[in-house]
């Protein structure tokens, strides 16, 4: 089973993104994601210099993958996801119908986690596009993706969302912006200002969703990583990392050493990391912000 590291959901300065790939080129992920997913107006990097980290990563023996953005609003996110399809260098995630539109016939390409993907039918439809591997969805159940991996068409790969929040929706509004009280369009990038979200709670006071721009995640990170010998049950052949932005290279360590070990890892093996908890419940088929690491 291998590794991946998905695209940055968050926005961070050049420095920060090229600090952690350069950090990254050594950690024990064998797959890297590149690139912008969340909202256009993220123009920190250049698209030549997202392909200048592909190289360096490529050249320190990682798998490298371009990722597309899921909400496409304009003209100009148009044009920048036809650069990204037709790279010809390094193979594409899509996240949107318009990417599987352009991608298909190029055989080699990933089925993203924002692609209705939910049955049998549609890995046929996708591996007939070209798709290689897909990434379900995040509210799928350890069952359903069991199903799945029996029907799966020959050759296809599957790559499951192992740690991190969990991407659970886009809207062409600004969450962020929207809580700071400015317009969309004049935003002054405020979400450079939480690195790894805006947290929203309840009236109790519990952690319920995580305000990321356009997007909005889980309040908890998903952990996979008590589930391990599970997962290699089902034959599952990719975990995804989502980058953090503190310990990365430690929680990649410890997924590593939990594959690679005779022995299962503990449950609170990274518990220090997420004071306010963990969630698994989509995995169990429960309600997703439950925490069950029996």
């Not at 924002?114 to 996708?126: D, E, F, G």
Request: with cysteine.
């Amino acid at each position: 089973m291998r590794l991946s590291l998905g695209p940055i959901l968050y926005f961070w300065s050049k420095e920060t993104v090229q600090a952690f790939y350069a950090e990254a080129a050594s950690w024990p992920v064998d797959v890297v994601y590149l690139g912008e997913t969340v909202c256009a107006k993220r123009r920190a990097l250049r698209p030549a210099d997202w392909l200048a980290l592909a190289d360096r990563l490529a050249e320190a023996g990682k798998e490298v993958v371009l990722s597309t953005q899921v909400l496409l609003e304009s003209e100009a996110d148009l044009h920048t996801l036809e650069h990204i399809c037709g790279n010809g260098r390094y193979q594409v995630e899509a996240n949107d119908a318009a990417a599987l539109h352009l991608l298909g016939g190029h055989t080699g390409f990933v089925s993203g986690p924002h692609i209705n993907a939910y049955n049998a039918a549609t890995l046929q439809w996708l591996a007939g596009l070209g798709a290689r591997r897909w990434v379900p969805p995040a509210e799928l159940s350890r069952d359903a993706i069991a199903d799945l991996q029996h029907a799966r068409p020959e050759g296809m790969e599957t790559e499951v969302f192992a740690y991190g929040r969990l991407p659970l929706a886009f809207s062409a509004r600004c969450f962020t912006a929207r809580a700071a009280n400015v317009p969309k369009d004049r935003c002054e990038m405020r979400c450079e200002e939480n690195p790894e979200g805006l947290a929203m709670h309840t009236q109790e006071e519990q952690t319920l969703f995580t305000v990321n721009g356009i997007q909005l995640q889980s309040g908890t990170p998903c952990n996979l990583l008590p589930e391990i010998e599970d997962l290699r049950r089902l034959e599952i052949d990719v975990l995804r990392i989502s980058p953090q932005p503190r310990d990365t290279g430690r929680i990649a360590a410890a997924f590593r050493a939990a594959l690679d070990g005779p022995a299962p890892p503990s449950p609170d093996e990274l518990a220090d990391l997420a004071p306010e908890g963990f969630n698994n419940g989509y995995w169990r088929g429960q309600p997703g912000m439950v925490w069950d690491p029996r």
